[in-house]
DNA sequence: ACATAATGACAAATATATATTGCATAAAGA
DNA sequence: TCTTTATGCAATATATATTTGTCATTATGT
């Protein structure tokens, strides 16, 4: 679970100009699994994923593909 | 929960001549998850997508884009 | 300085991903 | 045939993703 944080979804988030609270909104999902997986404490499910990505124009690669650094 | 079929799973495993058994060995799961994945009857986490593109060789959206899912 | 929004952290509860076991069936080989 | 391998299906159990609620802190704005 020692995931690292994920800068690559808050840069996409910020870009659209959404809170994590927002972003959560319409994702469907809480404000503190958006956090939590922006920490990089999380290890969320492929849907909420593909969620993310279509929310904010992104695709999994962009998002999600290997962060390989350490906070 | 109803997902779509993944057969770009299925093909890119079948390319690398693996089983299902032969395949969740490696990844680290039962052969059961591999199975309802393909089958599409999964919402698998990201760290087991990512587990699958790696023993594979190929990216998240070669393997999990776009199999549209509903919630 | 004061107010409010945004975020991080924490704990307990719920939902669901995944494991485990077993059984059924089809295909391939000996 | 007989045996083995591969896959689907289903029930129960466990692990963990996600929710809900609350509080503290750090901006940001007035």
């Not at 808050?10 to 999902?29: C, F, I, P, T, Y």
Request: charged share 25%.
């Amino acid at each position: 679970m020692i995931t690292m944080k994920n800068i690559k979804l808050k840069m996409a988030r910020v870009e659209h100009d959404l809170s994590q609270a927002e972003l959560a909104n319409r994702v469907g999902v809480s404000r503190q699994t958006i956090g939590l997986i922006e920490l990089g404490k999380y290890n969320p499910t492929l849907n909420l994923c593909l969620a993310i990505c279509h929310t904010l124009g992104k695709t999994l690669d962009e998002l999600f593909w290997e962060e390989l650094d350490n906070e």
